[in-house]
């Protein structure tokens, strides 16, 4: 299986600012990287697919980059509703496999 | 707008067998991906397996002993059934749609958990 590793696993944030995730594959994944934003109990949403290309109705603020083995989410300015968990997911090969999470929280 | 819900019983004892309903509405199942994820309290996301117009399924190899999934395409819904199952088996257990065999979940279930316990 794909091993994917996010950093950090928690980061406090204030409204406004810039923050940025990163999830590493264990071997090269080209392009197919999606992010999920998870807020409690409630079900992940997807932000992210293909490691730049942006779901419906997911907001400016988010973007995706990377290739290979090393990804980015990255949010420009943090709103209030952003304060949640994120995960990234590589969709390259079976079995389908997550990061571990990063957690956004109140600075 | 396609909605996705996950039914079951909220408890089941030690050995026995987990089985899960996942039924769609505002839009048909077939020609769809359907993948069972599933969360532990507290922790991260798994992918369990997913099934394509009913005769194409494809299982994670660290249950695939334990797993089936189904569709009833009259009633629109799918199913998951995971045998013996321990106390490890406890988490949310979420239904998603996808459009292609690469696992880009785009629709989800709320959710609904699953507790092993005697």
């Known amino acids: 299986d794909i091993q994917m590793t996010q950093s950090p696993s928690s980061l406090s944030a204030s409204i406004g600012d810039r923050v940025t995730i990163t999830c590493r594959a264990s071997?090269?994944?080209?392009?197919?990287l999606n992010w999920y934003q998870q807020k409690p109990g409630k079900a992940p949403k997807l932000l992210i697919f293909?490691?730049?290309s942006f779901h419906s109705g997911v907001p400016s603020r988010f973007s995706g980059s990377g290739s290979g083995t090393d990804f980015t989410l990255t949010i420009t300015s943090l709103q209030p509703e952003d304060f949640a968990t994120y995960y990234c997911?590589?969709?390259?090969?079976?079995?389908?496999?997550f990061g571990g999470g990063t957690k956004v929280e109140v600075k | 707008q396609v909605q996705l819900q996950e039914s079951g019983p909220g408890l089941v004892k030690p050995s026995e067998t987990l089985s899960l309903t996942c039924t769609v509405s505002?839009?048909?199942?077939?020609?769809?991906?359907w993948s069972w994820i599933r969360q532990p309290p507290g922790k991260g996301l798994e992918w369990i397996g997913h099934?394509?117009?009913?005769?194409?399924?494809n299982y994670n190899p660290s249950l695939k002993s334990r797993v089936s999934i189904s569709e009833d395409t009259s009633r629109n819904r799918l199913s998951l059934r995971l045998s013996s199952v321990t106390a490890a088996d406890t988490a949310v257990y979420y239904c998603?749609?996808?459009?292609?065999?690469?696992?880009?979940?785009?629709?989800w279930g709320q959710g609904t958990l699953v507790t092993v316990s005697s």
């Open positions: 998603a749609r996808h459009s292609s065999p690469m696992t880009t979940l785009t629709i």
């Open positions: 505002g839009g048909s199942i077939n020609n769809y991906y």
């Open positions: 099934i394509y117009n009913s005769g194409s399924t």
């Open positions: 071997q090269s994944i080209d392009y197919y």
């Open positions: 293909a490691a730049s």
């Open positions: 997911q590589q969709s390259y090969s079976s079995p389908p496999t």
